[in-house]
Structure formats: C-alpha cells, structure tokens
C-alpha cells in the first residue's frame, strides 16, 4: 500500500492564482481531511469528508474548495490564492476498527503564495 | 469545546538527558483519544502513539514513555537518554470522537525538541 499519497510536494504561486492539492490513498478509509500547518499554531482542519459524495468544512475553510467524487481522491482546491495562505498542507485518513480509530497522514506540500 | 496545550513551545537539552514534553487537554466527552506526533525536520509526521480515555495504564516503548492522568487532564511524553536524531517538533492531539462522523481532532502549538551532541 502507498497510503496517503499528496502532490506536488512543494508549490510557487502568485496572489491570485489558482491551483488543486492532490491527495489520494489507497486503503480504502472512508474519512479523509485537509490541515493546513502553520509556525506556532498545530494543525488546524480546513475540509474533510466522510465518505464519497459528502464534504464538510473544518475550522479554517475560507478560500479553500473540496470535492469528493471517489473513495480514493480528495482534492483541495484553491481558487485565489493569498499569501495568507502560505503554508503546510497534510491530507489525512482515518479508518474506525475495533473501537479504535487510527489517523493517518501524507507526507505533505509545503505552499507558499507571493 | 475541546482544546489542547503544550506550554513548551521549545526545549533544548544535551544528549543523554531525559527530557519530558508537557500536554494538558480540555475536553467535555467522557471518551476521548490522546495522540502524540514527531515532525522531524524532514516534515513528515510519525504517529507516536495514541490512548483512550478509558485506559490510564502508562506506557512505554523504547526510551519513549507517556504518562496519562486524568485527574490532571494531562498526557506527558518522555524520553529517556535523549538523542540528536530525537531532535523534531512534537505534537499532542485530542480527539473526542469514537465513530468517524465529524472531525475534531485538535493538536496543540507543538514543542520544538533540539537535543545537542
């Protein structure tokens, strides 16, 4: 298994343009999610979706679209980007197994909007 | 309104000394999951641990060690004979769900880790 796959690893943007983060796993977990990572503040959730068809936003979501069309794919979108949006972005999945659930995380994109 | 806080924001210590990672959480559910996370420099984070809040028996896997006390709402992270590789930015979470409907899984600021040969 590749687990949770994200691209491209880093990303230039200039204000105002637009480009999709791409997060795909191949474990079939139906819980996937979009942090954004920034100095001094954790991870914070921007989208997440419990399963083919259905998004949700999380904490910080402005400026940031989800769609989930398959099981696999969960692209995040950024329509105009800002430099506020510099930053490090980690897909996650989570998968519900004896009482338990386990989060597992991409290796991340590291963006940065001038 | 769950919350998590790790007061080290850095701590720097020599190689071989233990050092002991702070995390206090906040939470209203009576089930609840703790996690810890290592960011080495490399960006990537590395699953730890995770423990229910049903289960207070400390752990401890190597030279790393966790302490959970409820009666403190605090889930410590220690590691023994600290290494240079041990060198990251380390992270507790908290997560309040059991069935994956919602996600709230909430992590605090993190605590940079440099241990010095």
């Known amino acids: 298994n590749a687990g949770v796959t994200q691209t491209p690893k880093f990303q230039v943007l200039k204000t105002g343009q637009s480009m999709t983060l791409q997060c795909a796993q191949d474990m079939n977990h139906e819980y996937m999610s979009w942090y954004r990572q920034d100095p001094g503040m954790g991870l914070r959730l921007i989208h997440y979706?419990?399963?083919?068809?259905?998004?949700d936003q999380g904490e910080v979501p402005n400026g940031y679209n989800v769609s989930r069309s398959t099981t696999e794919d969960f692209p995040l979108r950024l329509l105009s980007a800002a430099p506020s949006q510099t930053s490090v972005y980690f897909c996650?999945?989570?998968?519900?197994?004896?009482?338990?659930?386990?989060?597992?995380f991409g290796p991340g994109t590291r963006l940065t909007v001038t | 309104a769950q919350k998590v806080t790790q007061a080290q924001t850095e701590i720097s210590v020599v190689e071989k000394e233990d050092v002991t990672l702070d995390c206090v959480y906040e939470t209203r559910d009576t089930t609840y999951y703790l996690f810890w996370y290592k960011q080495p420099p490399s960006g990537e984070l590395v699953f730890l641990i995770r423990r229910n809040s049903f289960d207070e028996q400390n752990e401890i896997s190597g030279r790393y060690s966790w302490n959970f006390q409820k009666s403190t709402s605090s889930f410590n992270f220690t590691i023994t004979a600290s290494q240079v590789v041990d060198s990251a930015v380390y992270f507790c979470a908290l997560s309040e769900e059991n069935l994956p409907i919602n996600n709230d899984m909430r992590f605090g600021a993190g605590t940079r880790l440099t241990v010095k040969p």
């Open positions: 996650a999945t989570k998968k519900y197994r004896d009482k338990l659930y386990e989060q597992y």
């Open positions: 979706s419990v399963g083919a068809g259905i998004t």
